[in-house]
Every structure is written in structure tokens, then in C-alpha cells.
Nanobody, 123 residues
């Protein structure tokens, strides 16, 4: 079993920055890809960013150039640095562990999920 706990969410103004963290415990391994997803009220969960076992990254077009995903395999922690936040970034943000080393943008490819951390961006 793997436990994922997100932190770092909050209420900020448009243009501000936040850094989300996701602490992993249990049967963790740096061999798995990790990802961030988000879900706004009334909308489907959507992919935000992913990082594979080689620390190669990919992003949703909506956050490219503003968000940065990274991982610290010693601390078993995943990060999401979010800059230039917009009101449309408001959502509950979830970290997830992929079923394999490569990850991807589909939520079906992830088998462990955190409880989420709320990010609210006011205009």
C-alpha cells in the first residue's frame, strides 16, 4: 500500500504563486511515475502534470510555462510549483502514483491517490 498526502493549498490572488507538496509513504519507489490532477466543482478530473521515473515531465497545455512538477526521491515527495495563478486554476488538486514508470495523462493509469488540497484563486 502507498499513502499520499497533499499539502500547500490555499486562497491566493491572481498572479500569485503556490507550491504544492505530496508526501508518499508505505511501499514507495522512485521507479513509478507520478502526477498531479485537479478537479473543479461540476467538472471532470483533469491531468495537470506528470513526471516519469527519469524525471521527464509533461504538462497540460493550460498550465505549460506556469507550473513545474518535480520530485525528491530521497524525501519521497512530489511537488507542483504554480506561478502566475489564474482564477481558472481554482480546483482541488490531487497527486497520484502511476501504475508504471511512464505515467501519462489518463487518470486510469494511476492507482494510488491522495485526498487532495484545495487551491482557490481570486480575481
Amino acid at each position: 500500500q502507498v499513502q499520499l498526502v497533499e499539502s500547500g493549498g490555499g486562497l491566493v490572488q491572481a498572479g500569485d504563486s503556490l507550491r504544492l507538496s505530496c508526501a508518499a509513504s508505505g511501499r514507495t519507489s522512485s521507479s513509478y511515475a507520478m502526477g498531479w490532477f485537479r478537479q473543479a466543482p461540476g467538472k471532470d478530473r483533469e491531468f495537470v502534470a506528470g513526471i516519469n521515473w527519469r524525471s521527464n515531465t509533461n504538462y497540460a497545455d493550460s498550465v505549460k510555462g506556469r507550473f513545474t512538477i518535480s520530485r525528491d526521491n530521497v524525501k519521497n515527495t512530489l511537488y507542483l510549483q504554480m506561478n502566475s495563478l489564474k482564477p481558472e486554476d481554482t480546483a482541488n488538486y490531487y497527486c497520484a502514483r502511476s501504475r508504471d514508470s511512464f505515467g501519462g495523462s489518463s487518470s486510469y493509469g494511476y492507482d494510488y491517490w491522495g485526498q487532495g488540497t484545495q487551491v482557490t484563486v481570486s480575481s
